[in-house]
């Protein structure tokens, strides 16, 4: 039973890795349909890795990451369209808030003052760098970061409180899904680099697929291994 969990574990992995290459290649050539498809189905994969876990133990963890998996793919959607930039931002800032809160439901709140300087100073020098070109964006953007450097400073906690492989992939997917906006405001406020839009969808899906693979192993029971 755990070979047939562990081998279809593998195999999403690889489908999440396969769709997320081909979705990067098409939009990186302006294949807009395909890349409207692809996108989505990557989340969708990275979902449905936890829908296949085995829930013996911390079962909401599970749920909650979960759900806030299924808000950064109602984001992704959002985020095809221009238009609806806002309404994806507010998709993010959910799934944030219940990242949040599956961390703190699982081993408490946690109060490291140097990872919280070291995140919150970094998040603050962003902001003042693309302060002038937020516009009306300006409070919802505030908002979002200061939710997701508090994600990410909850996330880092997980590994500082107690150190596993499982909690090293949460923290690299917290660090990663920072990473990843920040190199979104920059291509969106500030100027569009070179390969930005790859490495935005990169940094992405490899936070939320360490995300997904690392609640899975903590759900499954046994050693907390990835």
Not at 3 to 12: H, L, P, S
Not at 59 to 79: Q, S
Not at 90 to 111: D, E, N, R
Not at 189 to 203: E, M, N, Q, V
């Amino acid at each position: 039973m755990v070979a047939q969990t562990d081998t279809k574990r593998g195999t999403i992995n690889i489908l999440i890795l396969v769709s997320a290459c081909l979705a990067i290649y098409f939009g990186l050539y302006e294949d807009k349909t395909l890349f409207m498809f692809l996108k989505p189905l990557t989340t969708i994969l990275v979902i449905a890795l936890l829908l296949f876990a085995p829930r013996k133990r911390n079962v909401r963890l599970g749920n909650m990451v979960t759900i806030a998996l299924v808000f950064c793919l109602l984001g992704d959607v959002l985020l095809l369209f221009e238009a609806y930039f806002l309404f994806g931002l507010v998709a993010f800032l959910i799934a944030h808030i219940l990242f949040s809160v599956a961390f703190i439901q699982y081993k408490g709140f946690y109060k490291s003052w140097i990872s919280f300087l070291l995140l919150f100073g970094i998040a603050g020098v962003l902001f003042f760098w693309l302060k002038p070109g937020l516009g009306d964006l300006l409070l919802p953007v505030s908002i979002y970061i200061l939710i997701i450097t508090f994600m990410a400073w909850q996330g880092v906690g997980l590994y500082l409180r107690e150190r596993n492989n499982a909690h090293a992939w949460m923290v690299m997917a917290v660090l990663c899904f920072m990473l990843s906006d920040t190199l979104l405001a920059i291509a969106k406020f500030k100027t569009p680099f070179y390969l930005s839009g790859p490495l935005i969808l990169a940094t992405y899906w490899m936070s939320i697929a360490f995300i997904a693979n690392a609640t899975y192993s903590i759900t499954k029971g046994g050693k907390e291994t990835v």
